[in-house]
């Protein structure tokens, strides 16, 4: 089988011209088949303020009402991801920069209203692996933002952690698929103020105590559970690293990397 | 050689909705194999004002800086792309939203300084035809976004009308390529004020002749010497039409039909 890298990177290497750039240049030199999936930083959130859009809250999260999808659609869909695409061009990746609408590689339902109306938030429903493999065989490097699309042709908002981790299983039909989360930290950390207490390997059992005890915190749970779902669904590899260590933490020297 | 057509629609159709509703479905509705590239329309100008960015103009010309080119990816490569994509998902039309830069198909370089810096303007070097037909071998219905890149990373402004031409013509190596500019009148007129009297067939003799007699008018121009290149370089057909009226204009019974 041949080898896939699916790497998501957060807002905040976005946010950080010179982060991001570094990251490119590793992201550039990983072999094999890749694929980034990247979120949006505080652009958004600073374009939605100058354009007098106000960020709706209900019970402390977040609703994505259609003017602030509209400046999703333009900053994470249009200028990070452009941007994204022609300096990996500019480092010899061909680059095509997607979202789920594209190719329809990535459908999926606007939530259901329980107790909050989400707005226009997707849960996905299917990724296209076969569409997607396709770019692969030749040679082109997905680059993805975080918006899918409702059959009845909807944009929709969805978390780039998750989509990362369903293109990664589902990719596995095809690939020995390692999926790398990139983010501000070294890796899961026994401390959180300690940059260098990060646990090598973490395994379900260690996670449930690291969680009992409480070391684990609260935005790391959301983003571990999705790692280990996509471990227990065939993904090889799980690493969780810093932007700048991607690839020490590829050959499984930084980060933490996970295992059942 | 397979039938391809390569339509372009500009701002005044992607800034009503209803309008852009009519025509992509009108566009869904076309034989064989299809390319659509879209102006931006006035939303650009209206983001860039909300923003508080000055269009810049010198002799009469706009000056794309780096502050508006970010406005027109957000815009063009972004929000209007995007919904295309969507919508022309909803018609069972599998859309793939790309600028120049995605999949290196369109490359350009920086306009050169002469009299005027036009800032980050791309004149075309180079379309990847093969890279374009391999996604409509796959059934991709590609919908490019008036934006190329240069060769060292940069994202570039280009006239959607040049794009058009120069992405049809360079197809005519896999395809018998028929290009449709759609605009907001029904056609080339011979009285501009009297939109029943479209030019049913133009050939660059009548040309030159209404161009003398001052009947074919400046924005016409430049569209028009477009148009004829591509005729000139491979194109089997140019057609300049109303976007209400697509579907009869490819099949020759509106719109002006240019020939050699």
């Given amino acids: 089988m041949q080898t896939l890298t699916v790497v998501k990177i957060g807002g ?14 590793a992201f550039s030199g990983l072999t094999g088949a890749r694929i980034l999936i990247h979120g949006g930083g505080k652009i958004a959130t600073q374009m939605a303020a100058k354009l007098g859009i106000e960020t709706t809250m209900v019970d ?5 009402d259609q003017s602030m999808l509209d400046v999703i659609t333009m900053v994470y869909g ?7 695409v022609a300096k990996l061009q500019a480092l010899d990746v061909n680059a095509i920069g997607l979202t789920g609408a594209d190719a329809s ?3 999926a339902r606007k939530r259901p209203v329980k107790d909050i109306d989400y707005g226009m938030v997707g849960d996905i429903e299917e990724v296209d692996s076969g569409q997607i493999q ?12 975080p918006i899918t699309y409702s059959e009845s042709g909807e944009l929709l908002n969805t978390n780039a952690d998750t989509m990362a981790s369903a293109i990664a299983v589902d990719l596995t039909r095809h690939n020995d698929v390692t ?15 300690d940059d260098s207490s990060v646990i090598n390997e973490l395994n379900p ?7 009992a005890a409480g070391t684990i915190n609260k935005g790391m749970i959301p983003k571990l559970d999705n790692a ?4 227990e669904n065939g993904v090889k590899r799980v690493i969780i690293c810093h932007a700048d260590e991607l690839a020490a933490a590829v050959n499984q020297s930084a980060g933490t990397t996970l295992t059942l």
């Fill in 12 to 25: 905040n290497v976005i946010d950080d011209s010179a982060a991001l750039n570094r990251f490119l240049a």
């Fill in 60 to 64: 402390g999260r977040r609703i994505t």
């Fill in 78 to 84: 249009g200028l990070v991801n452009k941007q994204i």
């Fill in 105 to 107: 590689t990535v459908l």
């Fill in 134 to 145: 396709f770019f692969l065989r030749q040679e082109l490097t997905p680059v993805f933002a």
């Fill in 179 to 193: 999926l790398v989360y990139c983010f501000e930290k070294k890796g899961v950390l026994k401390n959180p103020d």
């Fill in 205 to 211: 059992g260690q996670y449930s105590e690291y969680k």
């Fill in 228 to 231: 280990f779902k996509a471990l």
